[in-house]
């Protein structure tokens, strides 16, 4: 398969802090509007490969490229600048386990923030962009609010409006519905689900292994800084041929 088919290539890459090696020796291909689940044990270096991918952590070798950006690291590489870091996390959102809202600003103005600021889009055009996008994750009728007012499930669909409002190419989600109660994270994975029935190429770092199995198009099942397995989504989670990942699956239901 050629590279322009592969929205995000990751090849060789490695991080340690001091002792602690994280990412081993990571090769990953996913093709433009694939969903891949990133499933493993806390611990096992998937939030890290993230971060990684979208420069919050540089990594010690390797190469990360996404869309038409290619980064390269090594021990005597230099970091692009600030700029150019700012400009290539726009259209790689991320959204996090904490929602890390703006708690002074309301939430269309937290959705407006970014277009406004990074892009210099005006504001009428950013409060129509971001109405648009509460819609599109059930808030509508919450523009006016501030996040403290929001139960957690509605913060983390504000956050996710937050990350689309730059109009990224590829969507990252760190254990986005983690932190919320269990009633609260079907509402999250709802928004999710449709992006991806929309072809948003999303990663996506999830305990939520049936929604795995469901929505992903690919499990990438990670111990201990490795790919241990790597397959169709539905294969990996009811076959999976790693007697790695047999042992974790053990401990979730996943069907029916």
């Given at each position: 398969?050629?590279t322009e088919n592969h929205k995000i290539e990751i090849s060789a890459l490695k991080k340690q802090y001091g002792d602690l090696v994280v990412l081993?020796?990571?090769?990953?291909?996913?093709?433009?509007?694939?969903?891949?689940?990133?499933?493993?044990?806390?611990?096992?270096?998937?939030?890290?490969?993230?971060?990684?991918m979208n420069l919050l952590v540089t990594p010690d070798a390797g190469r990360v490229r996404i869309g038409t950006d290619t980064f390269t690291f090594?021990?005597?590489?230099?970091?692009?600048?600030?700029?150019?870091?700012?400009?290539?996390?726009?259209?790689?959102?991320?959204?996090?386990?904490?929602?890390?809202?703006?708690?002074?600003?309301?939430?269309?103005?937290?959705?407006?923030?970014?277009?406004?600021?990074?892009?210099?889009?005006?504001?009428?055009?950013?409060?129509?962009?971001?109405?648009?996008?509460?819609?599109?994750?059930?808030?509508?009728?919450?523009?006016?609010?501030?996040?403290?007012?929001?139960?957690?499930?509605?913060?983390?669909?504000?956050?996710?409006?937050?990350?689309?409002?730059?109009?990224?190419?590829?969507?990252?989600?760190?254990?986005?519905?983690?932190?919320?109660?269990?009633?609260?994270?079907?509402?999250?994975?709802?928004?999710?689900?449709?992006?991806?029935?929309?072809?948003?190429?999303?990663?996506?770092?999830?305990?939520?292994?049936?929604?795995?199995?469901?929505?992903?198009?690919?499990?990438?099942?990670?111990?201990?800084?490795?790919?241990?397995?790597?397959?169709p989504a539905r294969e990996v989670v009811d076959n999976p041929k790693e007697e790695a990942t047999r042992s974790f699956l053990k401990h979730f239901?996943?069907?029916?």
């Amino acid at each position: 398969m050629t590279t322009e088919n592969h929205k995000i290539e990751i090849s060789a890459l490695k991080k340690q802090y001091g002792d602690l090696v994280v990412l081993r020796d990571i090769n990953l291909k996913v093709a433009q509007g694939s969903v891949v689940a990133l499933i493993g044990p806390s611990g096992s270096g998937k939030s890290t490969l993230l971060r990684c991918m979208n420069l919050l952590v540089t990594p010690d070798a390797g190469r990360v490229r996404i869309g038409t950006d290619t980064f390269t690291f090594s021990k005597t590489s230099t970091l692009p600048s600030a700029k150019e870091q700012a400009r290539f996390r726009s259209g790689t959102g991320m959204v996090f386990q904490h929602f890390n809202l703006f708690p002074h600003m309301t939430v269309l103005k937290n959705v407006m923030e970014g277009p406004v600021s990074a892009k210099g889009m005006p504001k009428a055009q950013a409060a129509e962009l971001a109405r648009g996008l509460l819609a599109k994750v059930g808030l509508a009728d919450k523009a006016d609010v501030h996040p403290q007012r929001l139960s957690g499930g509605q913060k983390q669909r504000v956050a996710i409006a937050r990350a689309l409002a730059m109009q990224p190419e590829v969507m990252l989600f760190d254990e986005a519905t983690s932190a919320l109660d269990p009633e609260l994270v079907s509402e999250v994975l709802n928004v999710m689900k449709d992006l991806a029935a929309e072809g948003m190429t999303m990663i996506i770092v999830t305990h939520e292994i049936a929604f795995a199995r469901e929505v992903a198009d690919t499990v990438v099942f990670m111990r201990d800084g490795v790919i241990v397995e790597e397959g169709p989504a539905r294969e990996v989670v009811d076959n999976p041929k790693e007697e790695a990942t047999r042992s974790f699956l053990k401990h979730f239901h996943t069907r029916g």
